[in-house]
């Protein structure tokens, strides 16, 4: 890390803040990892839901 924060200047108070925020942006980002079998299956529910969209909205004179 070519930047470095120097922890010592940080009262408990602020230390303890700063973990905190840190845990919540790691947990922030772990639920938003791409999961390529999730977005499988929602491309899949998706397209099943177009194709019957498409077949309903066939016009039907007789109906």
């Known amino acids: ?3 470095q924060f120097d922890l ?3 009262d408990e108070s ?3 803040l700063l ?3 840190a845990k919540n942006e790691l ?8 999961d390529p079998k999730e977005a499988l299956s929602v ?3 998706e397209l099943k839901r177009h194709r019957k969209k498409r077949k309903e909205s066939v016009f ?4």
């Open 1 to 3: 890390m070519k930047d």
């Open 8 to 10: 010592e200047l940080l």
């Open 14 to 16: 602020a230390l303890r």
């Open 19 to 21: 973990i905190k925020q």
């Open 27 to 34: 947990e922030r980002r772990e639920k938003s990892k791409f």
């Open 43 to 45: 491309l899949e529910f």
């Open 60 to 63: 039907n004179p007789f109906a």
